[in-house]
């Protein structure tokens, strides 16, 4: 996927505008090299990813996630967090994109 501009607008976390163009906020963090907060107007790059977000329900685990998406727990942790909460959304890699 090619590579977008995005102007950040007022009232607007790291974690929606993650969610808005189907990436992370870490990376989003990453290829911005952003070490602190957003501010209005600031101008971020943003590389859209393959997969999608998913919301975690009661007795899920990063094993158990990682198995019914067919991708591996490494992949989850690396775009998410080590500990996952039920009603967090987080990042699943496209199975497919994942051995790039």
């Given at each position: 996927?090619?590579?977008?501009?995005?102007?950040?607008d007022k009232?607007i976390?790291l974690e929606?505008?993650?969610?808005k163009?189907?990436?992370?906020?870490?990376?989003?963090?990453?290829?911005?090299?952003l070490?602190?907060?957003?501010?209005?107007?600031?101008?971020?790059?943003?590389?859209?990813?393959?997969g999608?977000?998913?919301t975690?329900?009661?007795?899920?685990?990063?094993?158990s996630?990682?198995?019914?998406?067919g991708?591996?727990e490494?992949?989850?942790r690396?775009?998410?967090?080590d500990r996952?909460?039920?009603?967090?959304?987080?990042?699943?890699?496209?199975a497919?994109?994942?051995?790039?």
């Amino acid at each position: 996927m090619d590579r977008i501009i995005y102007r950040v607008d007022k009232d607007i976390s790291l974690e929606e505008i993650a969610e808005k163009f189907n990436t992370t906020p870490s990376a989003i963090s990453k290829l911005n090299n952003l070490d602190g907060e957003i501010f209005v107007g600031l101008r971020l790059l943003i590389e859209p990813r393959e997969g999608s977000y998913y919301t975690v329900q009661p007795f899920d685990t990063v094993a158990s996630i990682a198995k019914k998406f067919g991708v591996s727990e490494d992949a989850i942790r690396e775009d998410n967090s080590d500990r996952i909460f039920i009603g967090q959304r987080i990042f699943v890699c496209s199975a497919e994109k994942q051995t790039e």
